[in-house]
C-alpha cells in the first residue's frame, strides 16, 4: 500500500451534499436495478453457466460472449434480464436513511426508512415459518442452482440491523418481534458443523447446506446471534455465537487473512469477504470486548493494509486474484472499505488513512452527474450501470454512516 500524502478526508457538507444528490437520484431512478448477476439470472445465462460448471472447455464458449460484454459493454446486461428488488439492497437503503435521519433530524428520512423496512417485511422467503430471505433470482453455484428465495445467513443480519437501527429511532414491537423471528431462524433453520477444535462449529450457508466451512456465513452469524442474546436474553444464542466465532478465528491464516471457505477450493482473499468477516468480528468485539477477538483483528488490519490495496492506496479485489478479473476497482469493495474502517477506525487508529483516502476517492471520481455511483473502474473505462446490491446501496449507507458521524463533530472529518 502506498505512503504517499494522503488527501484530506471530506468533511460533513461534502458528505451531505453527495448524499442529498444521491437521494434525489434514487428518487428518480427507482428502487428496482440489474445486476452484476444479471448475466446469469435468465434462461440462457444461466444454462452457460452450468455449463461451465460441468464442462469448463465447452462451458467458456458459451459465457465468453457475457464476460467480454462485461469487461467493454457493461450496459449490455440489460439484455439477460430485468431490473429486479433486491432485500439486502432494501436492508442497507433503510440502515442509510437512518443514518441520515439521525444526523439531520429531517422526518422524511425516517419515512424512507421505514418504507424500506415495510418493502422487507413482503419480501420475505415464502414458505418459512420464520422471517428470512435469499437472493430474488435462480443462483447457479458450483454445487448446483439455488432457487430463487432460498434464504441465506449473508442477508439475514443486514436485514436483523437494518429493524434494530430504525426501532431506535421509531420504537415499535413489530420491528422487535420481526427481529425475534430472524434470530430464531438463524439459530435454528441453520445447520452448524464440527470444526477442527472442539469449542468450534461452522454453520451453513442456508437451510440446504450440509457442509458449512464458508467463512463470512459463521461470521455473519456470530454477530446477529451475539447481538440477539442482548436484545433477548438468550443465553444459547451466545454460546451458539461463541462456537461460530472460535471457528472464525481458528481459520485464520498465519498471515492475518481468512480465505473464503475451509474446503480447500476456495482458498483465495478477496477484499470484501475480508471485509465481512472482519465488520462482524468488529462489532461483537465492541458488544463484547472479546481479547481474543482484538487480537485476531490486529493481525487482520495489518494484513488487510498491506495485500488489499493497490499502489495507489485503493481497495483491490483480491490479494492474489483466483481468476482473471475485467475489471480494477469495485464500488462494492469501496463501500465495504469505508464501512470497515468506520466500525475499526476507534480501536485501531492506522485504519484512518484508507477511511480518507477512498473517501476522497469516491467523491472525486465516481459520482456521477445524475448523483448515482460508478459501478467499476474497468481496465478501459467504467462500468456506469447502477446495481442497487452490487455497490449503489452499500455506498450509501458507508457515505451516510460517515456523515452522522461526523456531523456529531462539525470540524472536518480528517
Given at each position: 500500500m502506498?505512503t504517499?500524502?494522503?488527501?484530506?478526508?471530506?468533511?460533513?457538507?461534502?458528505?451531505?451534499?453527495?448524499?442529498?444528490?444521491?437521494?434525489?437520484?434514487?428518487?428518480?431512478?427507482?428502487?428496482?436495478?440489474?445486476?452484476h448477476?444479471?448475466?446469469?439470472?435468465g434462461?440462457?445465462?444461466?444454462?452457460?453457466?452450468?455449463?461451465?460448471?460441468?464442462?469448463?472447455?465447452?462451458?467458456?464458449l458459451?459465457?465468453?460472449?457475457?464476460?467480454?460484454?462485461?469487461?467493454?459493454?457493461?450496459?449490455?446486461?440489460?439484455?439477460?434480464?430485468?431490473?429486479?428488488?433486491?432485500?439486502?439492497?432494501d436492508?442497507?437503503?433503510?440502515?442509510?436513511?437512518?443514518?441520515?435521519?439521525?444526523?439531520?433530524?429531517?422526518?422524511?428520512?425516517?419515512?424512507?426508512?421505514?418504507?424500506?423496512?415495510?418493502?422487507?417485511?413482503?419480501?420475505?422467503?415464502?414458505?418459512?415459518?420464520e422471517?428470512?430471505?435469499?437472493?430474488?433470482f435462480?443462483w447457479?453455484?458450483?454445487?448446483?442452482?439455488?432457487?430463487?428465495?432460498t434464504?441465506?445467513?449473508t442477508t439475514?443480519p443486514?436485514?436483523?440491523e437494518?429493524?434494530?437501527?430504525?426501532?431506535?429511532?421509531?420504537?415499535?414491537d413489530?420491528w422487535?418481534?420481526?427481529?425475534?423471528?430472524?434470530?430464531?431462524?438463524?439459530?435454528?433453520?441453520?445447520?452448524?458443523?464440527?470444526?477442527?477444535?472442539?469449542r468450534?462449529?461452522?454453520?451453513?450457508?442456508?437451510?440446504?447446506?450440509?457442509?458449512?466451512?464458508?467463512?463470512?456465513?459463521?461470521?455473519?452469524?456470530?454477530?446477529?446471534?451475539?447481538?440477539?442474546?442482548?436484545?433477548?436474553?438468550?443465553?444459547?444464542?451466545?454460546k451458539?455465537?461463541?462456537?461460530?466465532?472460535?471457528?472464525?478465528?481458528?481459520?485464520?491464516?498465519?498471515?492475518?487473512?481468512?480465505?473464503?471457505?475451509?474446503?480447500?477450493?476456495?482458498?483465495f482473499?478477496?477484499h470484501?469477504?475480508?471485509?465481512f468477516v472482519?465488520?462482524?468480528?468488529?462489532?461483537?468485539?465492541?458488544?463484547?470486548?472479546?481479547?481474543?477477538?482484538?487480537?485476531?483483528?490486529?493481525?487482520?488490519?495489518s494484513?488487510?493494509?498491506?495485500?488489499?490495496?493497490?499502489?495507489?492506496?485503493?481497495?483491490?479485489?483480491?490479494?492474489?486474484?483466483?481468476?482473471?478479473?475485467?475489471?480494477k476497482?469495485?464500488?462494492?469493495?469501496?463501500?465495504e472499505?469505508?464501512?470497515l474502517?468506520?466500525?475499526?477506525?476507534?480501536?485501531?487508529?492506522?485504519?484512518?488513512?484508507?477511511?480518507?483516502?477512498?473517501?476522497?476517492?469516491?467523491?472525486?471520481?465516481?459520482?456521477?452527474?445524475?448523483?448515482?455511483?460508478?459501478?467499476?473502474?474497468?481496465?478501459?473505462?467504467?462500468d456506469?450501470?447502477?446495481?442497487?446490491?452490487?455497490?449503489?446501496s452499500?455506498?450509501?449507507r458507508s457515505?451516510?454512516?460517515?456523515?452522522?458521524?461526523?456531523?456529531?463533530?462539525p470540524?472536518?472529518?480528517?
Amino acid at each position: 500500500m502506498t505512503t504517499g500524502v494522503v488527501a484530506a478526508g471530506p468533511d460533513h457538507a461534502e458528505l451531505a451534499d453527495t448524499l442529498g444528490a444521491f437521494e434525489r437520484w434514487l428518487a428518480g431512478y427507482g428502487e428496482t436495478s440489474w445486476d452484476h448477476q444479471s448475466y446469469f439470472a435468465g434462461g440462457y445465462g444461466g444454462w452457460a453457466k452450468q455449463l461451465y460448471y460441468r464442462s469448463p472447455k465447452a462451458g467458456i464458449l458459451a459465457v465468453a460472449p457475457m464476460i467480454l460484454s462485461e469487461a467493454v459493454l457493461p450496459g449490455a446486461r440489460r439484455l439477460f434480464h430485468r431490473k429486479i428488488r433486491f432485500p439486502i439492497a432494501d436492508a442497507h437503503y433503510a440502515m442509510g436513511f437512518a443514518f441520515r435521519f439521525a444526523d439531520t433530524k429531517e422526518p422524511s428520512h425516517l419515512t424512507h426508512a421505514i418504507h424500506f423496512l415495510e418493502e422487507l417485511k413482503r419480501s420475505r422467503a415464502p414458505g418459512h415459518e420464520e422471517y428470512c430471505w435469499g437472493y430474488p433470482f435462480d443462483w447457479v453455484t458450483r454445487n448446483g442452482t439455488l432457487a430463487r428465495d432460498t434464504p441465506f445467513i449473508t442477508t439475514l443480519p443486514y436485514v436483523y440491523e437494518a429493524f434494530w437501527q430504525v426501532h431506535q429511532h421509531n420504537p415499535r414491537d413489530e420491528w422487535l418481534a420481526v427481529m425475534a423471528s430472524m434470530a430464531r431462524h438463524a439459530y435454528t433453520a441453520l445447520k452448524t458443523f464440527p470444526a477442527s477444535s472442539p469449542r468450534a462449529r461452522s454453520c451453513a450457508y442456508g437451510p440446504y447446506d450440509n457442509k458449512g466451512g464458508v467463512l463470512n456465513a459463521s461470521a455473519y452469524r456470530s454477530f446477529l446471534l451475539t447481538s440477539a442474546a442482548r436484545v433477548f436474553s438468550e443465553a444459547k444464542y451466545e454460546k451458539a455465537a461463541e462456537e461460530n466465532i472460535a471457528f472464525v478465528l481458528d481459520n485464520q491464516n498465519a498471515d492475518g487473512s481468512w480465505f473464503y471457505a475451509t474446503d480447500g477450493v476456495r482458498d483465495f482473499v478477496d477484499h470484501f469477504h475480508t471485509c465481512f468477516v472482519m465488520k462482524a468480528l468488529g462489532k461483537i468485539h465492541a458488544l463484547t470486548g472479546n481479547p481474543e477477538i482484538r487480537a485476531a483483528l490486529d493481525r487482520g488490519t495489518s494484513y488487510y493494509l498491506a495485500n488489499l490495496f493497490d499502489e495507489d492506496g485503493l481497495p483491490k479485489p483480491f490479494s492474489k486474484a483466483p481468476r482473471m478479473t475485467v475489471y480494477k476497482r469495485e464500488l462494492y469493495d469501496c463501500a465495504e472499505c469505508i464501512n470497515l474502517c468506520l466500525v475499526l477506525r476507534r480501536e485501531f487508529p492506522r485504519m484512518e488513512t484508507p477511511l480518507q483516502r477512498v473517501t476522497r476517492d469516491i467523491l472525486e471520481h465516481w459520482v456521477k452527474r445524475d448523483g448515482s455511483f460508478r459501478s467499476r473502474k474497468l481496465h478501459l473505462g467504467w462500468d456506469n450501470v447502477p446495481m442497487h446490491r452490487w455497490g449503489q446501496s452499500q455506498m450509501f449507507r458507508s457515505l451516510a454512516y460517515y456523515a452522522s458521524e461526523a456531523g456529531r463533530n462539525p470540524s472536518p472529518v480528517a
